[in-house]
């Protein structure tokens, strides 16, 4: 299988999943790494997320594969398939995965979300775009493909990848722009 059949970022029409992710997860990972630990493991990810994120979730991926409880349940095994179904949003490559979002809390209901990962090879965003029918595009000198299912996917490295929806290509061209300007976590501790 190549690395470009698990991507784009898996959405769906409803917006449960990421809730129930947030209420789930959220706090359980808040507890398992403090501000320092995750700013360790994940700060140049965190560095691409957009300031105005009040909601984010970390996720380790190999270390979570290889916890007893992932090798139990078969986690790297099913993980492809998984995402193919649209039951997990995290693409099989990624190592390291942070999903940020600005949610309307009155609602709880997202206005955008981002995610933004490290893949352990390389991502061509032309067979992507083949393969979900999306069209390539150029923002603030970065590849990108706006795909189909109303996400943005935004090239920052060979291994590193973020995707914004909705694909609204004005918010995240502003969102790359933000991104050229400042090299660390905007975000509060």
Do not use: C
Request: no cysteine.
């Amino acid at each position: 299988m190549t690395s470009t059949q698990a991507f784009p970022i898996q959405r769906r029409g409803d917006r449960a999943s990421f809730q129930l992710a947030l209420w789930i997860f959220a706090p359980a990972i808040l507890l398992a790494f403090g501000p320092h630990a995750a700013e360790a493991q994940f700060g140049e990810l965190l560095s691409r997320v957009p300031a105005g994120a009040n909601a984010v979730v970390l996720l380790n991926m190999e270390k979570a594969e290889a916890s007893p409880f992932g090798v139990e349940q078969g986690w790297k095994r099913d993980r492809h398939k998984a995402f193919e179904d649209g039951m997990v949003r995290v693409p099989p490559q990624a190592s390291r995965f942070v999903l940020a979002s600005q949610m309307d809390l009155e609602f709880m209901q997202p206005i955008w979300e981002v995610a933004v990962l490290n893949v352990t090879e390389p991502v061509s965003l032309g067979d992507i775009a083949h393969k979900r029918s999306g069209k390539l595009d150029n923002l603030v000198s970065h590849l990108a493909v706006a795909l189909p299912n109303d996400t943005y996917l935004v090239q920052f490295s060979p291994k590193t990848l973020g995707a914004m929806a909705p694909a609204n290509r004005q918010a995240v061209t502003r969102w790359v722009q933000e991104l050229e300007s400042r090299n660390e976590a905007a975000l509060s501790p």
